[in-house]
């Protein structure tokens, strides 16, 4: 069973700056690809950021483009999404998800339905 559990969520003003991290413990991390994913009150989950196994392919929402960006870092088991000119429209709860993938692909996944490991969030909220 794969166990990720996200940090570093909390309250910051709108142009504000945040950074989750997602811990996955275990030698089989670099052979995960892994996603962001948030959930707003009253609506689907939505896909923010994934990145590919080795970290060389990432994708993100349109929405949050040119301001998010996601990383893996193999050596410390951890997976982060720094968060630069925050809205109040990215409030949500932030989900860390992992799967296991192929060592010859660099794929990204983008669907909720494409991860069967998922942590427990991580609430960011963006006062205007």
């Known amino acids: 069973q794969v166990q990720v559990k996200e940090s570093g969520g909390g309250l910051v003003q709108t142009g504000g700056s945040l950074r989750l991290s997602c811990a996955a413990p275990?030698?089989?991390?670099?052979?995960?690809?892994m996603a962001w994913f948030r959930q707003a009150p009253m609506k689907e989950r939505e896909f923010v950021a994934a990145?590919?196994?080795?970290?060389?392919?990432?994708n993100y929402a349109d929405s949050v483009k040119g301001r998010f960006t996601i990383s893996k870092d193999d050596a410390t088991t951890t997976m982060y999404l720094q968060m630069n000119s925050l809205k109040p429209e990215d409030t949500a709860v932030y989900y860390c998800?992992?799967?296991?993938?192929?060592?010859?692909?660099?794929?990204?996944?983008?669907?909720?339905?494409?991860?069967?490991?998922w942590g427990q969030g991580t609430q960011v909220t963006v006062s205007s």
């Open positions: 998800a992992a799967r296991m993938d192929s060592p010859f692909g660099g794929a990204v996944y983008t669907s909720v339905q494409n991860y069967p490991y």
């Open positions: 990145i590919s196994r080795g970290g060389g392919n990432t």
């Open positions: 275990g030698r089989a991390f670099s052979n995960y690809a």
